[in-house]
């Protein structure tokens, strides 16, 4: 039986596609990249808000014209099984387990340390569909660390709702710095307020760790946090620190949360001047329904849009201004992809996370998971270009 897996959302379902598809494998499945090959096409779901549920169902709709039984798995089926076509199987999340089928290229992989929230964030639907707090036996990560680095994967990104939860997170970064054939170890999603002192100097410290950390920050006017539930703070002493030492900070936010006046926008657009992140992720808040927000007097659909063109023109114009200054700069990269025909390669540093950043093209063909030192030399809309050294 040959089997297509389309995986939406994030790099958490990710794990979850390379988990079952690990299982299947083990029972003797075959796996091939075309549905029309497929005899069956399983559709691993997000359903955070609801433009992923509507992506969700366009594209499991898409699957019902194969000749092929289609499955669908993943958060949609926790809370919308009502939404989903009548014919098409339905399997739970966490049903598999087993040794994961690397779907990233050879460079790299994600590592799921735990499942489920505990946060409750006032607009999130996410322990609801994920259930609580969940962490993944500490041996359990390190075998599965060992396996893939045996294989040559030489990069390593720790995912979870919250990392900063893991009990004796700064420990097991130290116990996976030592695994043998790791090379890079990235953290994303670091919660603010989690963040530990020992978290800060094991980052710093560590020539593993990448020096660089997604930490959703989501709002910064201390009465949206509030409303959040998100503990408010002042997070510039945190984010100065940490650029001091050279690190890299990703993170997202949120415009047109319930009440948002312009004020408490203006405060985040001030902020994002005063900080210049190095890359930021922005979206429109979505009213879903169960939340704590979803009673909260709503933003009109028409200034959550101005307000997030308005933010994305900010940072747009905070990266040009950290492109000129990393122009000459020599870094180390990791090969990610590479097209033998046109002769170019695409690479990322340790600034630059797959996927989610922007990444840096060099025009030769490179080996895919090897690493070299290359000079940046320009950039080619948001994307930067270099050249070996």
Aim: overall charge positive.
């Amino acid at each position: 039986m040959k089997v297509a897996i389309t995986t939406l959302g994030c790099d958490k379902n990710t794990c979850d596609s390379e988990t079952l598809a690990g299982a299947l494998k083990a029972q003797g499945y075959t796996f091939v990249a075309r549905d029309d090959d497929a005899d069956i096409i399983i559709v691993n779901t997000c359903a955070f808000i609801k433009s992923a549920r509507d992506e969700a169902l366009i594209v499991i709709k898409s699957k019902l014209k194969y000749n092929a039984k289609i499955v669908v798995t993943g958060c949609i089926t926790v809370k919308h099984r009502d939404l989903i076509p009548d014919g098409v199987e339905i399997w739970e999340i966490g049903k598999h387990s087993d040794k994961k089928l690397l779907s990233t290229p050879q460079s790299y992989v994600y590592i799921k340390i735990s499942d489920g929230c505990d946060n409750h964030c006032s607009y999130c639907t996410i322990p609801s569909i994920r259930g609580p707090y969940k962490a993944r036996p500490e041996i359990e990560i390190l075998d599965e660390i060992t396996h893939f680095a045996n294989l040559g994967v030489g990069e390593f990104i720790l995912v979870a709702q919250d990392l900063t939860k893991y009990p004796g997170l700064v420990s097991l970064i130290q116990k996976i710095s030592r695994v043998k054939g790791v090379q890079r170890i990235r953290l994303h999603y670091v919660y603010p307020a989690g963040i530990t002192q020992g978290l800060v100097n094991e980052v710093i410290t560590n020539p593993k760790v990448c020096k660089y950390l997604d930490i959703p920050f989501q709002h910064v006017s201390p009465r949206i946090l509030k409303l959040m539930n998100r503990k408010p703070d002042n997070y510039m002493p945190l984010i100065k620190k940490l650029q001091s030492h050279g690190i890299s900070i990703r993170s997202t936010f949120m415009v047109g949360f319930p009440t948002e006046t312009d004020e408490d926008f203006e405060i985040l657009c001030d902020f994002l001047k005063a900080a210049r992140l190095d890359f930021v992720g922005f979206f429109k808040y979505s009213r879903e329904a169960g939340t704590a927000a979803f009673a909260l007097p709503q933003v009109s659909p028409k200034i959550k849009t101005s307000r997030l063109r308005i933010a994305q023109e900010i940072q747009s114009d905070i990266l040009q201004q950290i492109y000129k200054e990393i122009i000459g700069q020599i870094v180390k990269v990791v090969c990610d992809f590479n097209d033998p025909v046109l002769g170019y390669s695409v690479v990322r540093c340790e600034f630059l996370s797959p996927e989610v950043d922007p990444v840096i093209i060099v025009n030769k063909t490179l080996q895919v998971g090897k690493y070299y030192d290359i000079k940046i030399i320009g950039t080619q809309k948001e994307n930067l270009v270099g050249e070996l050294v």
